[in-house]
């Protein structure tokens, strides 16, 4: 059976919401992956990402890079199984997502790591719900009640991407108001003629106001003895 994603898919993840691709994001998951090398390391709703060998990859549905079929809200591991612990852009698709960050916690052994990346600016994305935003604040809110060590929390994606998150949804949601079979050509167009605004998250990022309309971030966190 083929399991790759069709079109729709490979556009949204490489063009639309390719965060995951950004440098900060890549410099990041690449220092924790390394730092980590030789011990067990656990990916949350890891979808078809592959991190590399030795990450067990845990998502609700199974697919070709599934290893674990399993709930977030309740892993089905042992306490302190895992020197590193990833979850992107996950855990706002579940209804309670600082008891997922505490069972990220609780499967992390001691000095373990956690890499969370989570979303700000961006528009509603049901796979299959969508029900949470995170700001700084509020992710060390949540990386406090779970128990850990914040060591680094950076903007993924700065107030280029958001602004264009939301103003490709406004016209692909204008288009669809006047009929809906127009929302995904119009949001594909969007996307690409768009997609300049991208680049200005270097320069917004500069600014002592970026964390108005971040598109997201990414925290590492520690769990100590």
């Known amino acids: 059976m083929d399991e790759r994603p069709g079109w729709r898919a490979r556009f949204v993840r490489g063009v639309y919401a390719d965060q995951n691709d950004s440098r900060a994001v890549r410099r990041a998951l690449a220092g924790v992956l390394s730092a980590s090398e030789g011990g067990r390391r656990l990916n949350v709703g890891s ?29 089905p591991f042992a306490a302190g199984a895992f020197q590193l612990v990833v979850s992107q852009e996950t855990i706002e698709h579940v209804s309670d997502p600082f008891l997922a960050a505490r069972e990220m916690a609780r499967v992390m ?5 956690l890499y969370l990346q989570l979303p700000f600016v961006i528009g509603y994305h ?10 700084r604040a509020g992710i060390g809110q949540l990386i406090l009640q779970a128990g850990l060590n914040v060591e680094t929390l950076e903007q993924s994606v700065s107030g280029g991407t958001g602004s264009y998150r939301i103003l490709v949804e406004f016209v692909a949601g204008s288009f669809d108001a006047a009929w809906a079979a127009l929302y995904w050509p119009a949001k594909a167009a969007a996307a690409i003629l768009l997609y300049p605004l991208k680049w200005l998250d270097g320069w917004i990022h500069r600014g002592a106001q970026r964390d108005r ?13």
């Open 47 to 75: 979808g078809a990402t592959r991190l590399g060998q030795g990450v067990v990859n845990l998502d609700r549905r199974a697919a070709g890079s599934t290893h674990v079929v399993g709930d977030a809200l309740a892993l």
């Open 213 to 225: 309309i971040a598109g997201g971030y990414f925290v590492i966190a520690r769990k100590l003895g």
């Open 126 to 135: 049901p796979g299959p719900e969508d029900y949470w935003r995170f700001t």
């Open 109 to 113: 052994a001691n000095n373990g790591v």
